[in-house]
C-alpha cells in the first residue's frame, strides 16, 4: 500500500533521502474463472504525495512529490509473470529541497501467491511475503480478505463507483486501517492509516489508491496523503451510467449519457497498443463494409482459423452481414462477424485484450470463439464445445465415385434443402457463398437423389473441410466416410500439406469418421449464448 514512507518501519520512502522509494512505491498504493494477466496488458499512472499539517517541529514545512509511470505486462510463463516499470518524479520541500529522477524496475511475481520471485518494486523489509500491489484475482466477493504488499485488505465493495475526472466508473474497492510505529528519516512517530484500493472488477488490474495518515510524537506531528491515478491503459473501467446521467447531466441528459457509454464501454477503444513499450505494435479496430478493405491482408489472429479469416470476412461482405477487424497494420489479429441467416456470430483472436474489444463493438447474443479465449470476458453462458481436429500431408483415400461425386451448380437447390432439414434454419446464402466462393464441393448420391454433401475452403498449403452433412434416412450408410475421403483425396492431389475439420463433441458420427481418417484433436472452439434458454442449435459453424 502506498502507506508513508515507513509505514510501519517496512517503507522508507519519506523525504528527499528516500524519493526513489516513494516513487516505486506509488504502485503500493495504486497501481468465467479468475482473471490473470496477460502480455500486453499495461496502464499509464500519476502517483502523488504530499506532507502538510505540521505541529511542533514540523509547523510550517509541507512537501510533495510527483510521478507519472508505465508498467507492462513482458510475459506469463507458468506461474511466473513478468512486468516492467519504466518512470520519472520529482520532489520539493519547503526547506528548498529539490530532486528528480528516472526508475526502471522489472518484478516477477506468482501467479498463484502474488507474491515476488525477484525485482521487488517496492521497499519492504519482508521480501519473502510482500505481495505485489497493482493486480489481484477476480471475481472477489464483498468480505473477502486480500494480501496487498504488507498488508490484510477487505473487500467492502464489488460495486464501488470511483471518479475519474467527471465520469464515475464501476470498481472494486478494498480497505485497510491501522496503526504503526514510523522510525526513518521523518522521525519516530506513532501513525495511524486509512487506506483505500480501487481494481477494474473484469481485470483485477488498479484503478486507483488513496492513502491518508496521521503522525504524531511527544514533539511534533503532520498529516501524510498519497494518490495513485490510472491514466490510461489496456483494459476499460465499466461507466456508471446510473451515477454519470443523474450527477453529471441529470435525468434530462440520459440520451448523452447514453452516446458516452456506447463509445466508452459498448463499443470499446478503437486503437489498442499491444507488446511492450519498447517493441509496441498498435492495432486498429474498425468495419469492413467494401471487398477492398479485406483485399491483401495477412492472416493471423487466431490459432486455429487464421488462414481463413479473410476467407470468412470477403464471403460475409459478400453477404452484407457486419464484420470488424483487429488489424496490426495490413495483418489481421482479429475479427469477429455475425451471420444474419443462422443468426450466429464468430469471434477470432490470439490475445484477449482484443477479444474483449471486438466483442463490445459487435455484441453477438449467440457466437462461437476460440477456445483459448477465456469465457468469462464474454458474459455468455457455454452452449456446445467443437473439437478441432487436424491431418498432416493427407494422402488420398480411396472412394467411390459411383456414390460421391463433384458438386455443380444444379445440386445447390438440393443441398440447400438438405442443409434446412438437418440444421433446423436457413443456410442458402451460407451454401450458395461457399459453393460461389471457390470451395470444392462434393454431394453423395443414394439412387438418383442427393443424400449429402460436403466441402472444403483451401487457402495455399492449407484446408479446412466444413458443413459435413447426410439427411436422417441415409445415415450409417457410409455416406459420412464416402464424402470424407473424396474431399481428402482432391486436397492431396492439390499438394495440401495440412487439413483441419471442428466438429461438435455431440457429433459422435461425424468424430469417428474423421478420426478414422487420421485427424488428430488441436484444440476447441466455444458456442456461447447470452441468451441460453433461445439458443439455437448450432450442428456446424455457418461462417
Known sequence: MSRGLGSRGRYARWGVLLAIGALLLPFAGVAAIAATPHVGDRFDYDYNTNVDGGTGDYYGYTDHMRSHSSYSVQSVQGDQVTVRGLGSWTFDGSDGTHQSGTVDVTPVFSLTTRRYYSGIDVNTSNPNTTTVWFWIPTPTTAGQTIPVLDDIFTVTSTDATLWLGVVPHKTLLLEASGQYKRNDAYGQFDATYHDQYYFDRDSGFIVAELFDEHDANFAAGFHYHAEVWVTSSSYSVPVDTVTFSLVDLGLPGISAVGLVTAVRVRRGPSHLRLGSKDFPTDVRIRKAKHPADVTNLVPDGSPFFGPFLAVFAERSIAERDPVILA?????????????????????????????????????????????????????????????????????????????????????????????????????????????????????????????????????????????????????????????????????????????????????????????????????????????????????????
Do not use: C, W
Open 327 to 543: 488489424l496490426a497494420d495490413r495483418k489481421i489479429v482479429g475479427m469477429s462477424l455475425f451471420d444474419r441467416e443462422s443468426m450466429i456470430g464468430s469471434l477470432f483472436a490470439s490475445e484477449e485484450v482484443v477479444a474483449r474489444v471486438l466483442a463490445k463493438r459487435l455484441r453477438m447474443r449467440d457466437f462461437f470463439a476460440d477456445g483459448n479465449l477465456p469465457g468469462r470476458i464474454f458474459r455468455a453462458k457455454e452452449i456446445d464445445r467443437f473439437t478441432i481436429l487436424q491431418l498432416q500431408n493427407p494422402t488420398a483415400p480411396a472412394y467411390d465415385a459411383t456414390i460421391v461425386r463433384p458438386m455443380t451448380a444444379a445440386d445447390l437447390s438440393d443441398v440447400v434443402a438438405i442443409a434446412g432439414q438437418v440444421y433446423g434454419g436457413r443456410s442458402r446464402k451460407f451454401v450458395e457463398s461457399s459453393f460461389r466462393g471457390g470451395d470444392l464441393g462434393f454431394v453423395a448420391m443414394q439412387g438418383p437423389a442427393v443424400a449429402g454433401f460436403g466441402f472444403a475452403t483451401v487457402v495455399g498449403p492449407v484446408a479446412r473441410l466444413h458443413t459435413l452433412t447426410v439427411v436422417a434416412t441415409d445415415r450409417a450408410r457410409g455416406l459420412g466416410t464416402e464424402l470424407t475421403n473424396a474431399r481428402l483425396a482432391t486436397l492431396a492431389a492439390l499438394g495440401v500439406e495440412r487439413v483441419i475439420v471442428e466438429i461438435s463433441k455431440q457429433n459422435v458420427a461425424s468424430l469417428r469418421i474423421a478420426t478414422r481418417a487420421g485427424f488428430a484433436p488441436i484444440g476447441e472452439t466455444i458456442y456461447y449464448s447470452r441468451k441460453p434458454e433461445a439458443a439455437p442449435t448450432a450442428l456446424q459453424r455457418q461462417t
